[in-house]
């Protein structure tokens, strides 16, 4: 290693002091806007920094030595942890957004990502979680979602109600008809077509029925994924 002169010392330590403050700066910037955690790799809280504590109404002392499950929401099927601890104990980044309780009772959602910490081998030892607040975000979604159902509901409504009328209608006068006392062969023709026509309208406005009933569940589904 070579010499270093007077004004290349200066240089490096005068990036060092200018450095300092900068991170400083970085670290303040990171505890007021991002959620941060760091777990042991069996996923024991070691650190937490203010804004975690913030948002979930837990103490630093509460948080220190529990699980996260502390501020989990039960929202999440246990297959959906399963996959996230799959990622991160390959040593690989995991992305996700989840539903956490406060201590309150309350609940939020984050945007996570979770990043193992290697040793030289390369073998996760610690995770580092990020997580910023999107709650806001989620319940518009949530409320976008509704809206689209309602929608759909009403038209549903307006469809069945201008359809079952006039089947309602049809079927009362086909009956009148069929027990008028009438044998004519052709008139029997037109009484059962008009009954199958009928029919068809019916079945028509109860599948659309189960089909918006299926498309509410399988949003419902997805809410929770």
Known sequence: MGILKKDEMYLVDGSQERLVPLLMAYQQAVDTS??????DVKGTIIHVNKRF??????????????????????????EFLKDMWKTIGKGEVWHGEIKNQAKDGSFYWV?????????????????????TLISE?????????????????????????????PVVKILGLSELIEHSGN???????????????AIMLDNYTRELAAFVHKIR????SESCQ
């Open 34 to 39: 991002i959620i941060s955690s760091i777990t």
């Open 53 to 78: 504590c913030e948002v979930s109404k837990f103490s630093r002392k509460e948080l220190l030595g529990q699980n996260h499950r502390i501020i989990n929401s039960g929202f999440h099927p246990k």
């Open 111 to 131: 945007d996570s990502v979770i990043v193992p910490i290697k040793d030289k081998d390369g073998k996760p030892v610690q995770y580092l979680s990020l997580r």
């Open 137 to 165: 975000r989620k319940e518009k979604e949530e409320k976008d979602r509704e809206d689209q159902v309602n929608a759909m509901e009403e038209m549903l409504f307006k469809i069945s109600h201008e359809l079952r009328q």
């Open 183 to 197: 044998s004519q062969e052709d008139l029997k023709v037109m009484i059962a077509g008009i009954k199958e026509s």
């Open 217 to 220: 569940n399988e949003q419902d």
